[in-house]
């Protein structure tokens, strides 16, 4: 039913048609919640086709993005990343550190030695009166921004949930089981700009990345990426393979939160963004790209699915708080 998208080196990313979950009769809506579900066991990943996203569409939110970041870096700087909790505003270069290290001191050695190469403007769902947005000024180029990125926003919030009743269908429990714990929203939606950067940077600096290698925190990520490339998804055997662009797809990963809740029968894999593999002259170009962070509700207590283990002594994890587990995280990457 799917082909690979990726496969090398033992890495076998499947590209899965999901509009026949979507609109499917019962046995395709079955074939391709398998599929979702087995591409999360075995590697970690998988691109979905077939999305209820237009390519004009796509395009029009990533040419809205690509006008932000073309503002001054002070304009930028006045809409600053804050704190854990609140996760919304803008990040230069440099601010965060994706990386698999967790302690804070450890974190800033490798983010003074090897800055991540990007920028970065979260928005959060809007109405929390404790955490506002930090929205631009819309004038000139920018008039529309917040309606544009709240609407893509919810686009993406149903198809995390459609994404989630897969895993569920997969899983054999009730398609609707995961509706309680996504319906909230809580979900984080990244602008990101990798600037154009000379080759020799990489050349000079071989440990030199656009983002360090890292897993994501919650329970899915859905990227949207340019034709650029860069990113590339660790495989068992430990190497990193490229994850190529395919036109109107989606990339999605299972994060840490995922895994955990589904007592490690889905993989969180570690993944980076780095030197594009092609191209011509001494500059590489900007990179484009927009991750939707996807996360339970943050009021949701999370523990082992129903199915994922046999007894009450097979369960990996203590139940967490799904708000309170991601502030530890991200508290320790900025």
Known sequence: MESAAVKSDGLVIPLIDF???LNGNPEQRRE??????????????????????TSEYRKYVFDTSAKYFRLPTET?????????????????????????????DDVKKLRDAVPDLKESLEIG??????HPNHWPEEEGELVGFRETMLEFHDKCKELHMEVMRAIAVGLGIDETWFNSYTDDGDNTLRLLHYPEVKRDVFKI??????????SDYG???LLFQDSRGGLQVQSPNGTFVDATPIEDTCVVNA???????????????IHRVVEPPSGDGDVHPARYSIAYFC???????????PGTYATENDRKYQGINSGQYLVQRLAATY
Request: net charge positive; with cysteine.
């Open 125 to 130: 769902r809007e109405g929390e009166p404790d």
């Open 295 to 305: 996360n339970p509700n943050f009021k949701s207590f999370i523990e082992a699915i």
């Open 255 to 269: 994060g840490d939160m995922l895994a955990r809740w589904s007592n490690d029968n889905i993989k969180s894999t």
């Open 76 to 104: 930028k700087m006045s809409h600053c990343w804050t704190t854990p909790e609140a996760n919304r505003g803008y990040s230069a270069p440099g601010r965060e550190k994706t990386t698999v290290l967790t302690d804070a």
């Open 19 to 21: 509009s026949r979950f």
């Open 32 to 53: 391709t919640a398998k599929a979702v579900l087995h591409g999360f066991q075995t590697a970690g990943f998988i691109y979905l086709k077939g999305l209820p996203i």
């Open 205 to 214: 600096n071989p440990g030199q990345v656009r983002a360090g290698a890292h």
């Open 219 to 221: 329970s899915i990520t």
